[in-house]
Structures are given as C-alpha cells and as structure tokens.
T-cell receptor
Framework: SAVISQKPSRDICQRGTSLTIQCQVD?????MFWYRQQPGQSLTLIAT?????????ESGFVIDKFPISRPNLTFSTLTVSNMSPEDSSIYLC????????FGPGTRLLVL | GNSVTQMEGPVTLSEEAFLTINCTYT??????LFWYVQYPGEGLQLLLK?????DKGSNKGFEATYRKETTSFHLEKGSVQVSDSAVYFC??????????????FGQGTTLQVKP
C-alpha cells in the first residue's frame, strides 16, 4: 500500500484564522479523499480531490470553507478557512479506489 | 441511501475473551465491506476487507464474513489482547459502474481489553 504523510500532525489555531493541511503520497494515485472526524465521532467525507479540476464536495461542505488543491497525482491540500471551535477535529486524507488507505491525520484544535 | 450500523460501545473484555462487534449495512448493489482500526492517537488502519458475498476477510486473528442474506459483516476474534484496545470502524464502499471509491462509515465501537 502507499505511504501517506500529512503536515502538520497537529495544530492549535485561533478562531477566524485559516490552516492549510498537506497530504503527500509516495506514489501516483488517482483517487484522493479528505475526511473529517469530529471528537468522539465517526468519519465524514468532505470531498474528493480531483487532479486538474475542482474538488467534488459532499452535502454540507462547501468550497469557500474547505478549499482543496490537487496539483498532481501525489499531493493535495485542504484548507480550513475562517475557523471556529466547531472545526476542531481530526482531518484525514486517504487514497485508493477499491481499497482506501489513510494518512495519520491532522489534529486541529481551534480556540 | 447507503448506511452502516455498528453495535454501540464501549465493549469491555478481559484478556483472552472472545470478541464480536456487530455491523449491519444498507446498500444498493454489491458493496465492498471493510473493518478499520484506530489505535489511540493514530490514524485509521485497514484491518480486513471482503468484496463479495460469503468472502471471509482475516488479519491478525480477526475475521469477518460478508453475509448478504443478513446484510452483515460482524467482526470476531477468538482471544483478545490488551494491545487490541482501539476503536473499530465498519465501512462500505459502493461497487459497480457508480463506484466512486467513497467510504461510508459506521459510528465506531470502542474496545477496551483489561489484563
């Protein structure tokens, strides 16, 4: 399976600011996804990061709040914009089509 | 729409006890089914999977059988260890021509194993 890394691993941010999370894969992958895991909750898909085109967002998630870039087949970024305490979560990227493999996650605390 | 339902936790067992975590699903077509595990402070790791009816996925002593007639994918282990303490997630991925690779997760079940 692919080796997936995320930066930062954790961060503490002030409300109203933005944070960009990076996801790097050690091989080219077609499908890449971003998930959110709120405290004590399950995972919810935010969007599918498409290479060369706009991301496909799930219901309840919008591009203005969670802009995503996918400049190539090994890298993607997710930005959490204008943060509030409700954005405190673990954000995970994953890759794969038939089977998904996850990065280690970015633990975000918004004060 | 597609959904996954897991038994509520936490599940607390003594070491060497038998484990069952129930998972049922609702889906159109023929989904693939997965169990992921999340150890404290870590990301998700794939534990096992099954892609068609009657398939049995297995790994690290854990097993789960894809039962289409009961729409279930229960996770079992014959003898748990303290190191198995984690949160376990059941998930499905739609298959067929509409496959987008998206995973739908159950709510997760926390397992605590005491020595």
């Amino acid at each position: 399976s692919a080796v997936i890394s995320q930066k930062p691993s954790r961060d503490i941010c002030q409300r109203g600011t933005s944070l960009t999370i990076q996801c790097q894969v050690d091989s080219q992958v077609t499908m890449m996804f971003w998930y959110r895991q709120q405290p004590g909750q399950s995972l919810t898909l935010i969007a599918t990061a498409n290479q060369g085109s706009e991301a496909t967002y799930e219901s309840g998630f919008v591009i203005d709040k969670f802009p995503i870039s996918r400049p190539n087949l090994t890298f993607s970024t997710l930005t959490v914009s204008n943060m509030s305490p409700e954005d405190s979560s673990i954000y995970l990227c994953s890759v794969g089509s038939e089977t998904q493999y996850f990065g280690p996650g970015t633990r975000l605390l918004v004060l | 729409g597609n959904s996954v339902t897991q038994m509520e936790g936490p599940v607390t067992l003594s070491e060497e006890a038998f484990l069952t975590i129930n998972c049922t699903y609702t889906a159109t077509g023929y989904p693939s089914l997965f169990w992921y595990v999340q150890y404290p402070g870590e990301g998700l790791q794939l534990l096992l999977k099954a892609t068609k009816a009657d398939d049995k996925g297995s790994n690290k002593g854990f097993e789960a059988t894809y039962r289409k007639e009961t729409t279930s994918f229960h996770l079992e282990k014959g003898s748990v260890q303290v190191s198995d303490s984690a949160v376990y997630f059941c998930a499905l991925s739609s298959s067929g021509s509409s496959n987008t690779g998206k995973l739908i997760f159950g709510q997760g079940t926390t397992l605590q194993v005491k020595p």
